[in-house]
């Protein structure tokens, strides 16, 4: 596990205290639990993309803010061999399972309002996730492997080669599928 999973909830601090923003106020605005944000603050609760999406909202800064470190105004070209830092999320305690792990592909790009990523998915038995909605657009393409999306009351098996492209507004849980290991390109698309 890369080390930026210990800097996201410091840099979702400091750009709350940059702000004069409480907890409580980031709460009321975020609509996420006090308790719920301290532990993220601390490094206690890696969370999923939706809940961190809400924060970024409620602190009016983009998503990118908390996983880069440099701001590129022109493009930004990212080569496999660099690609070695990675984050993971998961819905439960810093302990939990971690199933995912992201590789940002444009972690140095500023004012982006498109997250792209490369997602290595672990096989899991688990089949009792709890799903994350948010503003925007998700775009999923299966490079290797086999993925499950739970988008709503619905269920979606894709398999190399296959893509989706769905509302995020939606419940939605991106998970390989049983006990299969999975390689995803993903794009994420945040309003601003």
């Known amino acids: 596990m890369s080390q930026h999973n210990s800097v996201v909830g410091h840099k979702i601090k400091s750009v709350r205290e940059s702000k004069n923003l409480s907890v409580e106020e980031i709460s009321e605005r975020s609509g996420l639990a006090v308790e719920q944000i301290n532990s993220i603050e601390n490094d206690q609760h ?10 970024a909202r409620a602190l009016g800064v983009r998503l990118g803010t908390f996983l880069d470190d440099n701001d ?24 939990a399972r971690k199933h995912m792990e992201y590789h940002s592909l444009a972690k140095q790009k500023a004012g982006r309002h498109m997250e792209p990523f490369i997602i290595d998915i672990q096989p899991s038995e688990e ?10 657009e998700e775009f999923i393409y299966v490079m290797d492997g086999e993925v499950e999306i739970d988008y709503g009351k619905d269920k979606y098996l894709l398999k190399e080669g296959d893509s989706i492209f769905y509302d995020s ?24």
């Open 169 to 192: 507004i939606v419940e939605h849980h991106v998970h390989g599928a049983v006990g299969k290991s999975a390689k995803i390109l993903a794009v994420v698309y945040i309003p601003f």
């Open 127 to 136: 089949r009792n996730f709890k799903s994350s909605a948010h503003e925007g």
């Open 72 to 95: 590129e105004l022109g493009p930004v070209v990212c080569r496999a061999e660099e690609r070695t830092d990675s984050i993971s999320f998961s819905n439960g305690t810093a302990d």
């Open 46 to 55: 890696l969370p999923s993309l939706g809940p961190l999406i809400k924060i």
